[in-house]
């Protein structure tokens, strides 16, 4: 079996994506920058930690607001492996 069989969708680089950015990586996404994933990579270890101590406590309105932020990154990060498969994000 050859590799392209294997693929279960055809990932292709945008042309924009090759150029190198400030911190002197290619950028790998379509839309958010390095900083902008570093960012969302610190607020999720948060966020999972506020939502653990929420939970235990019994804090349901603080769990339930820390829940709606990650779903906010989620739906970040859906856009981007959309926009990496070509397939248009479903207005809400």
């Known amino acids: 079996m050859s590799k392209q069989s294997l693929a279960f969708v055809d990932v292709r680089t945008p042309e924009h994506l090759k150029e190198k950015e400030e ?20 607020s999720m270890l948060q966020s999972f930690t506020r939502f653990q101590h929420a939970v235990e406590q019994g804090h349901i309105l603080i769990s339930h607001a ?17 926009e990496w498969i070509g397939v248009p994000m479903e207005d809400e």
């Not at 820390?66 to 859906?78: A, I, K, P, T, Y």
């Open 66 to 82: 820390v829940v709606r932020e990650l779903h906010g990154m989620v739906l970040e990060m859906q856009k981007e492996a959309d």
């Open 23 to 42: 911190m002197g990586y290619g950028e790998p996404f379509s839309t958010f920058t390095w900083a902008r994933w570093l960012e969302m990579q610190a």
